[in-house]
């Protein structure tokens, strides 16, 4: 029987951590672990054979969280740090001298970690826009739905849309399915009263010129045109991607934050995610998440990692 701290058993993420068995543990800096939320989620991770934590924070409370759990500590290396703005740029400093393949937050606050994550100097910054990726198990929905951005960028202009929409896309292809990409915004009409449209229709365009690869594109959408076959038809779109999309790219941070929070509050859906463009995928848990998210999370990350690897450029 699940419990209610797991949430619902979607198939979809079942499915997702049965693929990273076949691979060995990653390994993972954990930034923070520092509450018996964070910590039992990189546990369970290990536990499951998906992660190898490195546990970065004060050694004495990640004691004291193992302890309350119940759990045992033995054969992990932890670096002690004195506060979590420490151990948030000590975990991203493991990660730059090679020592993790994953960076997983803890129990610190997600402006904190990305602060160091996004350093110019000291960061994990690449050429790509850094952007988050809500993987949503919602169990009235036939096929996982991928939210972005709803964390990181809050305002995104074009150019960080192209980037949003490409990691995103990127994603979907790490896990073998086709990313069908609706640009959303209020309706499905190109209008300058709402940018949203405009940008839409733009990248759109910079997709049939080669700017952005991988993917089906489609917009403007509003939401029910996006992700129901019925609405799409009342409106006249015709399209592979309308009323069957698998991504859907917010117009900005509060629409996405909120219509994820809608799902997973109104429709009982679970809220796995990744942060992608920096150099090695990035888990932003929150305390709300379901256990079960949490590993999803993980798994997330590290069938993304593992295609990078596969799909780096040879070096001549």
């Avoid at 990273?20 to 369970?44: F, N």
């Avoid at 703005?85 to 020592?99: N, T, Y």
């Avoid at 995103?168 to 940018?195: F, G, H, R, W, Y």
């Amino acid at each position: 029987m699940t419990s209610p701290k797991d949430g619902p058993r979607h198939e979809a993420y079942e499915r997702l951590i049965e693929t990273t068995r076949r691979l060995s543990p990653t390994p993972t800096v954990v930034a923070h672990p520092c509450d018996t939320v964070s910590l039992e989620g990189a546990l369970e991770a290990r536990a499951s054979g998906i992660i190898e934590p490195l546990l970065v924070g004060p050694r004495s409370r990640i004691e004291a969280a193992a302890a309350e759990l119940g759990r045992s500590l033995k054969g992990l290396e932890i670096v002690d740090t004195p506060h979590s703005h420490a151990s948030a740029a000590e975990a991203v400093k493991l990660i730059r001298a090679g020592r993790g393949e994953l960076l997983m937050k803890g129990s610190l606050h997600t402006d904190e970690l990305m602060a160091e994550v996004t350093h110019r100097d000291t960061g994990l910054r690449t050429e790509r826009r850094i952007s988050h990726v809500f993987a949503m198990a919602v169990p009235t929905y036939a096929q996982p739905l991928f939210i972005t951005d709803a964390a990181v960028n809050i305002f995104p202009d074009l150019d960080a849309k192209r980037d949003i929409v490409q990691n995103a896309i990127d994603l979907a292809i790490a896990l073998q399915l086709e990313a069908k990409v609706a640009i959303l915004s209020a309706v499905e009409t190109v209008t300058s009263k709402i940018p949203s449209t405009i940008d839409a229709a733009a990248l759109c365009k910079m997709a049939d010129r080669g700017q952005i690869t991988g993917g089906l594109l489609e917009g403007p959408l509003a939401l029910d045109n996006a992700i129901s076959p019925e609405a799409a038809r009342i409106k006249g779109i015709v399209s592979p991607v309308a009323g069957q999309a698998n991504i859907l790219v917010v117009p900005d941070l509060e629409a996405g934050n909120m219509l994820a929070k809608n799902l997973t509050f109104l429709a009982n859906a679970d809220a796995a995610g990744v942060v992608l463009g920096a150099r090695v995928p990035i888990m932003l848990t929150s305390r709300a998440d379901a256990l079960r998210a949490r590993m999803a999370s993980a798994a997330l990350a590290v069938l993304f990692a593992e295609y990078r690897k596969a799909n780096q450029p040879v070096a001549s």
